[in-house]
């Protein structure tokens, strides 16, 4: 079965854009988690969506938002980029069951803010 | 608080195994995972341990779970050069009732022949 499926895989923004990254999870799954890994920083976990309601929360200010779909896609969106935003945003589907984080990820999403 | 530690670098010589190691803080973690990523990828999940193992194995992978000093390990048994990568240890931690992962920084392996 197809594995998590993230779009575009590659983008560059210029300092105050908005970007939307898009994340289709593995058929079935209905839990959806947004994570930056940058160098500084590592892998930092942003939200995690279910069932069309955010359940989780990392510690980001509100410029980071996402949502989900009732097919399960989910979208995050960044508004009034900032340069140190670059990074490469990995989305994670999971059948959602709160003892179980089973993760599968997708290759990321690798935006650069210039 | 939430932590999870790993040693950065690890160099290895093909054929020998390696062992990554890591240290967590969050005694309620359910789950603990070992992912690899590769350059330019995404996290591949490896193999992960309930709390109540203390050992897994999977092919060559051992995975073994101290509890008590809340220790995890990864032994890859007979190392290639595919397997170089950087290995993220990463615990769920209960946040709001519901799971999240913390990781580490990640363990860069490199195997030499």
């Known amino acids: 079965k197809a594995g998590v499926t993230q779009t575009p895989r590659y983008l560059i923004k210029t300092r105050g854009q908005q970007v939307t990254l898009s994340c289709s999870p593995i058929?079935?799954?209905?839990?959806v988690s947004w994570y930056q890994q940058t160098p500084g920083q590592g892998l930092q976990f942003l939200f995690e969506y279910f069932s069309e309601t955010q359940r989780n929360k990392g510690n980001f200010p509100g410029r980071f938002s996402g949502r989900q779909f009732s097919n399960s896609r989910s979208e995050m969106n960044v508004s009034t980029l900032e340069l140190g935003d670059s990074a490469l945003y990995l989305c994670a589907s999971a059948t959602g069951t709160a003892m179980n984080t089973e993760a599968f990820f997708g290759q990321g999403t690798r935006l650069t803010v210039v | 608080g939430e932590d999870v530690e790993q040693s950065l670098f690890l160099s290895v010589r093909e054929g020998d195994s390696s062992v990554i190691n890591c240290t967590y803080t969050d005694s309620s973690s359910t789950y603990l995972y070992w992912y690899k990523q590769e350059p330019g990828a995404g996290l591949q999940l490896l193999t992960y341990i309930f709390s109540n193992m203390d050992m897994k194995q999977d092919q060559r992978l051992t995975v073994l779970l101290n509890k008590k000093d809340k220790h995890l390990s990864l032994r890859i048994a007979d190392t290639q050069t595919g397997d170089s990568a950087i290995y993220f240890c990463?615990?769920?931690?209960?946040?709001?009732?519901?799971?999240?992962?913390?990781f580490g920084a990640g363990t860069r392996l490199a195997v030499h022949p």
């Open positions: 058929s079935g799954h209905r839990s």
């Open positions: 990463a615990e769920s931690a209960l946040s709001g009732g519901y799971n999240k992962l913390i």
